[in-house]
Nanobody
């Protein structure tokens, strides 16, 4: 069974930083691309960033480019999202996700709240 468990969210002031983690199990982690997706209060899902299975290529939404960094440690079956220069618009639940065999698996999410 695929399991994705996010952690690292919290309450942070504008301009602050956080590091989100996603621990993966139940599948061969280094065979699959991974992504971060977020959902702001009252809004739909927004793709944030993706990384290829090797970690060699990364992709970002324009809204986070230059502030967020996605990475993965295949030895630890863990996905990361380093988020810097946080803005109030970054307040959301952040999910990690992967797609395999036509189906998307999601974690339970971790809340990031940016407030002064």
């Amino acid at each position: 069974e695929v399991q994705l468990v996010e952690s690292g969210g919290g309450l942070v002031q504008p301009g602050g930083s956080l590091r989100l983690s996603c621990a993966a199990s139940g599948f061969t982690f280094d065979d699959f691309a991974m992504a971060w997706v977020r959902q702001a209060p009252g809004k739909g899902l927004e793709w944030v960033s993706s990384v290829t299975y090797t970690g060699g290529s990364t992709y970002y939404a324009e809204s986070v480019k230059g502030r967020f960094t996605i990475s993965r440690d295949n030895a630890k079956n863990t996905l990361y999202l380093e988020i810097n220069s946080l803005k109030s618009d970054d307040t959301a639940v952040y999910f990690c996700a992967t797609r395999m065999f036509g189906s998307t698996s999601w974690g339970q999410g971790t809340q990031v709240t940016v407030t002064s």
